[in-house]
């Protein structure tokens, strides 16, 4: 009995806790609900959608919205709210690979700029020499080299981030190294990898969380750019960015065709830097104390 009451105890002191946070980041969850929302619309696009997205009508195009198409069609009569909540899935799919890739790509590379001083000038160059391309010049080029699928916009979108996250990560490296706790593992013979892993690493988790969620932003406003202009995604996969394109034409005459992707768009995008930003004042230790108790 006497072991059941502290646990209870700790599960309601752990939710007060969380309760105090949220009320002292009011924004920060509204962020966190809407996309949560977006992600959620996007994995049940099934259930949700009553078309195929890609199937083309011809005679049912440019609809208005009814019961049948809740937000009508486009000029190929498909369904333009089945496009809509299937394109999330490939923009959120798109961010997220990014971010993922971008930070795992930064930091092995920012880990033995910073730490091995032989390296750090040729990896270091070569990261200057990538930022000197502009994302979107780089990434149309990669993609007309191998293809508007999705490994490609991915492999595109990902390779100008990863110079960001070594920079970064070399510069926590190169401020740590020097430590007396990192000085006494190497005078101990402690093995390169292992003051990596366990030393050097730890310490770049918390910025490479707050660029992560920049990166994923950033990657899903790029994709939809790089489908928006035709170098992107196959134009028949529905992505926000795709839809777009395909109502420019059109939008005079029907200005939901854009109004309703970019909105989604700009929520997401939104929503992700919210997070970020909270994120990064949760993570420095001179403004946690403000956000909220502890």
Known sequence: MSSVAPDFQNRISTRSHWWRIAAANPVCMI????LLAIAAVSL???LLAQHSPTEIAPALRLRPPSAEFLLGTDSYGRDLFARI????RISLLVG???AAAGVIGGLALGLIAGYFRAADAFIMRAMDGIMAIPNVLLAI??????GGNLAAVLIAITIPEIPRVTRLVRSVVLSSREEPYV?????LG??????LWRHLMPIAIGPLIVQGTYICASAILLESILSFLGAGIHPEIPTWGNIMADGRLYFQIRPSMIL?????LSLTILSINIIGDTARDWLDPRTARRLGPA
Not at 183 to 187: G, R, S
């Open 44 to 46: 049940f696009a099934p």
């Open 31 to 34: 962020a966190c609900a809407v």
């Open 183 to 187: 000085e006494a593992a190497i005078v």
């Open 96 to 98: 997220l690979g990014a």
């Open 85 to 88: 909540v299937y394109g999330g």
């Open 190 to 195: 402690t093995p390169s990898a292992a003051i």
């Open 260 to 264: 309703w992707p970019a909105l989604l």
């Open 141 to 146: 080029a990669v993609v007309a080299l191998w």
